[in-house]
């Protein structure tokens, strides 16, 4: 028996067939003015994806990358929370709903979900491609403005992921505030910049107020031990490139990094990771170099080395946002 294909497996292929008729020239212009827009800044009751060409451009191009950051969020959560599924999922902006993928890819199974996004375009090409996944086929896809007049029924997961870039402070903090209050878990992605780094950081610090428990990335729910303006934490996702990727950004690689800043918060009881690994490990003859984020809100660097035995041997395979040690240590 053949077995069923992922979520990231069906995503891809379905994606595959979104620009059959456009014209690639097209598809690639699309892409570099939808880029520009999202970097630049745009009002928040203004649809920046505006008709199907538009939405079916970008979602080739950025639904991987968001399904793939969001996904590494969520497992990194589950870690935390092994014995939780969601049972309802609120996706804020969530367009054509890359987090609703992500979130199917982590809990498998039915759930109730709502995507709530302003561009009808998004919201119509997000119910066509969720018909190839039957954990989002009664979906329910709502046009709604995201900001202080947003209001969210109770829910047990909700994700925002690459959305509070595009609100101003203001909406942004009526969103955090919003979710915290109907939600029992919050994960919130952002771009891996310095500026999404602080928007992360000004929204765990709300929800944190709003009595919420810091699952991942953090060991802790204390303060950040990085110093604003010096540095800034972040991870990376590894993301197959498709073909309109090749076109538009160049190069030969098969594959390109999403950096992404993240937050899962919750008020569930919590098992965070005892340290987490903020920077690519460092293989060297005999040693590895893992930069670690400690509970005691401290920032390391540990040096594991072969007469660490089996301890040198995990060293040796984890990865870059990570929990340390492995749980079976």
């Known amino acids: 028996m053949t077995a069923p294909a992922l979520p990231s497996e069906t995503l891809r292929t379905t994606l595959a067939t979104l620009l059959d008729g456009l014209p690639p020239r097209q598809a690639a212009q699309a892409v570099d003015r939808l880029i520009a827009n ?13 008709d199907r060409a538009d939405v079916a451009a970008y979602a080739a191009y950025r639904m991987p990358a968001t399904f793939e950051a969001v996904h590494a969020a969520l497992e990194a959560f589950a870690e935390a929370t092994p014995d939780w599924i969601p049972a309802s999922h609120t996706d804020v902006g969530g367009g054509t709903g890359a987090a609703t993928w992500a979130v199917t890819a982590t809990w498998p199974g039915d759930r109730a979900v709502t995507v709530l996004d302003w561009s009808d375009p998004a919201l119509a090409l997000g119910r066509e491609i969720a018909t190839a996944n039957p954990a989002l086929r ?33 909406d942004r903090t009526a969103l955090v505030d919003t979710a915290a209050a109907s939600a029992q878990t919050v994960v919130i992605v952002e771009a891996g910049t310095p ?9 765990r610090d709300r929800l944190i107020a709003a009595g919420f428990r810091v699952a991942a990335p953090c060991p802790h729910s204390a303060a950040c ?25 160049g190069g030969s690689l098969p594959y390109e990094d999403e950096k992404f800043s993240y937050v899962a918060a919750t008020r569930l009881p919590a098992t965070p990771a005892l340290a987490r690994v903020i920077r690519r490990p460092q293989i060297r003859k005999g040693q590895v170099l893992l ?27 984890v990865a870059w946002g990570d929990g340390w040690p492995p749980a079976d240590r």
Request: one cysteine or more.
């Open 38 to 50: 999202y970097r630049g800044t745009t009002p928040t009751d203004t649809p920046i994806l505006r």
């Open 138 to 170: 009664d979906t329910h896809w709502q046009r709604t403005r995201i900001g202080k007049d947003l209001t969210l029924p109770a829910t047990d997961l909700v994700t925002v992921s690459y959305v509070l870039n595009e609100l101003t402070p203001a």
């Open 195 to 203: 500026a999404g780094y602080t928007r992360v950081i000004e929204a």
């Open 225 to 249: 031990p990085i110093v604003p303006g010096e540095d800034w934490c972040h991870f990376a996702a590894r993301v197959s490139r498709s073909s309109l990727h090749r076109q538009v950004k």
């Open 291 to 317: 930069d670690l984020c400690e509970p005691d809100e401290q920032l390391t660097r540990r040096t594991v080395t072969k007469r660490h035995g089996d301890l040198y041997k995990a060293a040796r395979d």
